[in-house]
């Protein structure tokens, strides 16, 4: 089931790669179909009472050097699978508003990121998810600098160098770490992890390299230049799906194998959260384009994924993990609202609109919704994600906590103010009189985002129950129970 999944998409961009042009994006669209199709049926048959992997396949692949083809899933990655494939259709949907060239090149390299990203997901084998982790950075390359912006080779090759360093400490903790273990397993190496447990150096350099991928504070750079320059699509795979990949990987490994250097750099970890929470936030309220400004928020978002991570509790797990998801919703579809008013205006610059809720009703109602959901409102998945964090950081930080408590309400203030300029008040511009209202495909694209944010913000009961069990044996696992 979990090589099915995965090797849907890859098969999909080959027949892309072969089919007619004008077939592209139905083939590409189709074959995520059915990735997501074949996710919930995985979902169906997941056991939440068991707190290991399950749906293992694993067949021995380099056996000389102790690599396999290993892959499996549990409650910690069955909601990253979830979310990757449920929004790549959705991405690849509103493409067909925007991209209008090269488009097999186009729809083959989003799925061949799609089957890498899930591969990162699944992966048990720490070489195969190391080539997996490597594969994603790919497409993404080559979508920035093919269909982005005006400064796209500069925020693409900014984004490969930025990855990379990270990629190469990652790698040579993986060869490292399993040439001691004998074995590349990751599943049998974090049965026996007490001779790594506080290995000061192997969690630094996988630290160092999720740390970029998510990004944290200081290593953040790249991220505002890739979101402004990619087309809308590769912001929303972007934001929704690679940026996870670093928080699943400090879950997975750091927190998993490293757990005493865990608990030693936790303070450091938490405080970096905490700056990022609020430097991403201020840095938000002081752009004028709203792809850089929403950028921005995700510096400051992601922060509370790296808190809960570093609580170091079930509670604060618990809560980075489904704001991993809620972030992907919530930041995904501000992105889709601003591709949105640029296909129209190809314009980002708040100055140039305003007063457009009057002229776009319905644009204007799923924008306030989104952004609220980002802000953090009651009934919306923000909200509930945000508030376990803070739960879980309260019990381990309080000092940081209260600060980081502060990022809710200047999260609030930029991105109403957001809104404020390019809904609110008179148009700045002559030619936003003739905008009209969102379409039946953009409204196909964006609806099913805000209805799981309002899904999981009315009752998330459910998001919690089927990962209970897995974070629980993994903090027991690694001696964090307590903590």
């Keep these: 089931m979990l090589s099915l999944i995965t090797l849907v998409p890859l098969v999909g961009a080959a027949i892309v790669a072969l089919a007619p042009q004008r077939l592209a994006r139905v083939v590409a669209l189709s074959a995520a179909l059915v990735a997501f199709a074949l996710s919930l049926a995985l979902l169906a048959g997941f056991d939440a009472a068991q707190s290991g992997y399950q749906f293992v396949e694993s067949v021995p692949w380099i056996p000389q050097f102790g690599i396999g083809y290993k892959m499996g899933v549990d409650g910690i990655s069955i909601w990253l699978v979830l979310l990757t494939t449920f929004v790549f259709p959705v991405a690849l949907w509103f493409s067909g508003e925007s991209i209008r060239e090269r488009e097999r090149a186009y729809y083959a390299l989003m799925l061949l990121m799609e089957t890498a990203t899930l591969g990162v997901f699944l992966a048990l084998d720490m070489f195969l998810f190391y080539v997996f982790w490597e594969f994603a950075l790919v497409p993404m390359y080559f979508i920035i600098g093919l269909w982005g912006g005006e400064r796209r080779t500069y925020a693409s090759v900014k984004f490969f160098i930025y990855t990379m360093a990270g990629s190469v400490l990652m790698l040579i903790a993986i ?26 150096l192997l969690f630094l350099a996988f630290a160092i390299a999720f740390a970029i991928k998510v990004p944290v504070f200081p290593f953040h750079t790249w991220l505002p230049d890739a979101h402004v320059e990619a087309p809308t699509a590769g912001s929303v795979i972007l934001a929704s799906v690679l940026l996870k990949m670093g928080g699943y990987g400090l879950i997975r490994f750091n927190l998993q194998l490293f757990p005493e250097a865990s608990a030693a750099f936790a303070p450091l970890m938490i405080a970096l959260a905490v700056i990022g929470i609020l430097y991403g936030a201020v840095v938000a309220f002081a752009q004028s384009d709203a792809k850089k400004l929403v950028a921005y928020s995700s510096v400051s978002h992601m922060g509370y994924i790296l808190l809960g991570i570093f609580a170091l509790n079930p509670i604060g797990l618990q809560g980075a993990i489904l704001q991993m998801v809620n972030h992907g919703l919530s930041t995904g579809g501000l992105f889709l609202i601003i591709g949105f008013i640029y296909e129209r205006r190809h314009t980002r610059e708040m100055n140039r609109l305003g007063g457009l809720w009057a002229k776009m009703p319905l644009y204007g109602t799923l924008a306030l919704i989104l952004a609220l959901s980002s802000a953090g409102l009651p009934a919306l998945n923000g909200f509930v994600g945000e508030f ?14 209260v600060f980081a408590a502060f990022g809710m309400v200047l999260s609030a203030a930029y991105l109403l103010t957001m809104f404020q300029k390019i809904f609110l008040g008179e148009s700045r511009d002559p030619a936003n009189e003739a905008l009209r209202d969102l379409n039946w495909r953009e409204v196909i694209s964006v609806a099913p985002l805000i209805v799981m944010c309002f899904v999981i913000g009315l009752y998330a009961a459910p998001f919690f129950h089927l990962m209970s069990s897995s974070v629980a044996g993994l903090l027991t696992g690694a001696g964090l129970a307590m903590q």
């Design 175 to 200: 060869l490292a770490l399993g040439l001691s273990a004998g074995i590349f397993d990751l599943e049998a190496i974090a049965r026996n992890n007490g001779a790594f447990a506080a290995n000061t």
């Design 388 to 401: 376990v964090i803070l739960q879980g950081a309260f019990a381990t930080n309080p000092l940081a906590t």
